[in-house]
């Protein structure tokens, strides 16, 4: 097939096409900073979404789970075995995603014999003196984009370009305690939810209310449950990450 | 993908090879660097005996009061009759709620303790749980097992306390845990208190006498008289053994002395320590 390169795009295009459709109904995924620090925030059914990566690092990817574990595994593996041979203050987040992931993806979807990742993944590592905080959108084809003041992974490309302009037009200047924070986070989630969900009925984009958000949120967590997992830089000890307990999400949303 | 099936230490041990989907990258000096911590020198000659001076002697002292473990150690690291640092941190914390208190050769004792950390996290990292009391006594037994050629050696001994509290224990209970160990890896739970290195034989009659016959036994005992305790002790301790150092008062130099507790470890601050010292002396 490589001989002939016009098969070989319309195969990369067949493949693209394929993952999105997939991707497509993924629950999207929030990063944005607060006072202490930053938050990733999702919904799901069960299944943990939002993982530790390293003392300044978490993770949330959507996509299939299987894929998910194995790329959260090599990144895992990779900062851990690093921190020891080296030293916890030489793990970055940009050393991994450029180094580790990016290509792993890229490889992975360009091999069109092989299986492909069916992944979108969401890094955040949280500044430490003179480095900023940073958000990491990877996509499935190994594209990466770095934002420094709120990130979002959807289903797809609009999803996650409409979530993002709800993010931008509710952030301040002044960065957010934490209870705020994780509304607003979990606003953007339903924006995402919202427009996946209308997808499925019409083409239909327009702009949703605060209302309509809000019962997105009800109807959603009659069977699910919110996720959030901190970075927090008041915690003592290397490790900032913590995962919140359902007590404290409840206490912080409003929601019960 | 790295194949170390969870393991941590095979894991490191094996990192020479890290193949990433079939793409094999050389980490040439991992395996060196890790097997050389744990190996004997091949051509034989430092043996029981040499002239080689290790840094060691300590006193490290684990006792459980009211709310948990304090765990004390002192600052001194000598080498024969030389001292060679009087800063030297023999309680280290290794994740949340566990901590160790090393005695014996600092270069072993250091590694193991970073091995430890690091394998605490990744397993807590890898498998979404922590590691179970009885999953990290053994993950260190372990490391002082492998330790072994240099302990047989006489030069790389590492006898440690580790000390946690198990968070998930009833709030009526104390779950507060001390363990000592043997040079060949295995581990006793000790009730009440522990201490080890050369200063330790100078109090751990003393801590006995103090728990059967005290006026409050030692898990009775508050923050303070616990902190307080613990000073006396070390300052015994650094009374008969030259290579314990006391409490230096022209450079302001204090033992470590930490709590472990339900809300995790806390390090008792030089001036906690100024003001209970003034009921020591």
Known sequence: ?256 | MMNHKGDFLSLLKNADTLQVDGETRRESNAKALIHGAFQVPSDGKVSHGTTLEIPEATTVVAMRYKEGIIIAGDRRATAGTAVVHDRAEKVLPIDTHSVLAISGAPAMAYEIARVLKHSFQYFRRSQLQELSVQGKLRTLSRLIRDNLPMAMQGIGAVIPIFALYAPQTDESENGGKIFFYDALGAHFENVDFATTGSGSVWIRGVLRYLDRWGETRLEEMDQQQATITILRLLDTASEYDAATSGYNAKAEIFPTLKIITRQGIETLTDQYLSECYTEVT
């Open chain 1, 1 to 256: 097939m490589r001989d002939l390169p016009y098969r070989w795009i319309e195969a990369i295009q067949d493949r693209r096409d394929y993952i999105e459709d997939q991707l497509r109904l993924g629950s999207p995924v929030v990063g944005l900073p607060y006072a202490q620090g930053s938050l990733l925030l999702t919904v799901s059914k069960g299944a943990q979404k939002i993982f530790e990566v390293h003392d300044r690092i978490a993770l949330s990817a959507i996509g299939h789970p299987a894929d998910i574990e194995r790329l959260r595994m090599l990144v895992t593996d990779t900062a851990s075995v690093q921190a020891f041979q080296s030293a916890t203050e030489d793990v970055n987040l940009h050393r991994l995603t450029h180094y580790v992931l990016a290509h792993t993806f890229k490889q992975a979807f360009e091999a069109i014999v092989g299986e492909a990742y069916i992944i979108k993944m969401l890094l955040v590592e949280i500044g430490n003196g003179d480095t900023p905080t940073q958000f990491t959108h990877i996509n499935y084809d190994g594209n990466v984009k770095v934002q420094h003041e709120s990130a979002v992974i959807g289903g797809t490309t609009e999803i996650e370009n409409a979530m993002q302009d709800y993010l931008t037009a509710a952030q301040t200047d002044a960065k957010p305690d934490l209870p705020t924070a994780l509304q607003l986070a979990l606003k953007t989630w339903a924006v995402g939810r919202g427009l996946s969900q209308r997808f499925e009925d019409a083409d239909d984009n327009t702009e949703v209310t605060d209302e309509q958000l809000n019962d997105i949120i009800k109807t959603e967590l009659a069977d699910r449950e919110i996720e959030v997992g901190v970075l927090d830089s008041t915690l003592s000890g290397d490790t900032k990450f913590r995962l919140l307990t359902q007590d404290e999400i409840q206490a912080a949303s409003g929601t019960n």
